[in-house]
């Protein structure tokens, strides 16, 4: 990834605190944000299964796929198993 690329997604980040039990992506809905987990757990429930995600882990990558590929994406759904901090 060039350094383009990595600064206009710098420039876009926002730190959030979520509590336990939030959607922070829903199922069938478009994909418009990147979770970048930085404590916390997430669990990410799509089509394909459950998978749990904590500090270090992204959510939402597929939005990297669809600026290259420039096709339609759905969510899987992400709902916090306790408070989280995210960068997204």
């Known amino acids: 990834m060039d350094d383009q690329v990595l600064d206009a ?3 876009r980040l926002r ?3 979520y509590i336990g039990g939030s959607e922070i992506l829903r199922i069938g809905y ?3 944000k990147m979770i970048f987990i930085v404590r ?3 669990e990410s429930t799509g ?3 459950s998978v749990n995600l904590s500090g270090g ?3 939402g990558e597929e939005l990297l796929m669809w600026c290259l590929e ?3 994406l759905q969510n899987s759904i992400g709902q916090l198993l306790g ?3 995210h960068i997204g």
Do not use: A, S, V
Request: hydrophobic share 20%.
């Open 83 to 85: 408070q989280t901090t």
């Open 47 to 49: 089509k394909d299964g």
């Open 70 to 72: 420039h096709t339609p």
């Open 40 to 42: 916390g757990n997430l």
């Open 30 to 32: 478009p994909i418009d």
């Open 9 to 11: 997604i710098c420039e």
């Open 57 to 59: 882990d992204i959510c």
């Open 15 to 17: 730190q959030r605190l």
